[in-house]
């Protein structure tokens, strides 16, 4: 697996900065109505309870912390940042959803 390399929207950076200066990435399992399961990247705007499985990295002032299972396939994964007031989110774009079997 290569290692994602990550690019953070200065607007996202400057929203993360406001809340404490983490982003986690990660994948959150989704049950499907029939039975089924996906992994999906999520990024996260705080540092994850327990550290343990993420590797922590250092970007332009942020504490990143990556899921040693997020898999990005060399490609870049973009942080991004939408909506508006209170009801802003994090995106993540450049990372395939996986699938939910081992």
């Known amino acids: 697996m290569t290692a994602p390399r990550i690019a953070v929207s200065e607007e ?30 999520v990024a996260d705007p705080e540092a994850p309870a327990e550290t343990e499985g993420y590797e922590k990295h250092r970007l332009d002032g942020l504490d990143l912390y990556v899921g040693k299972d997020f898999a990005a396939s060399g490609c870049e994964v973009r942080v991004g940042l939408e909506g508006f007031w209170k009801w802003r989110r994090l995106t993540v774009d450049g990372v395939e959803i996986a699938s939910g079997r081992d």
């Open 12 to 41: 996202a950076k400057q929203w993360l900065r406001s809340r404490g200066g983490a982003l986690t990435l990660r994948y959150s399992t989704r049950h499907g109505c029939c039975g089924g399961s996906a992994e999906l990247p």
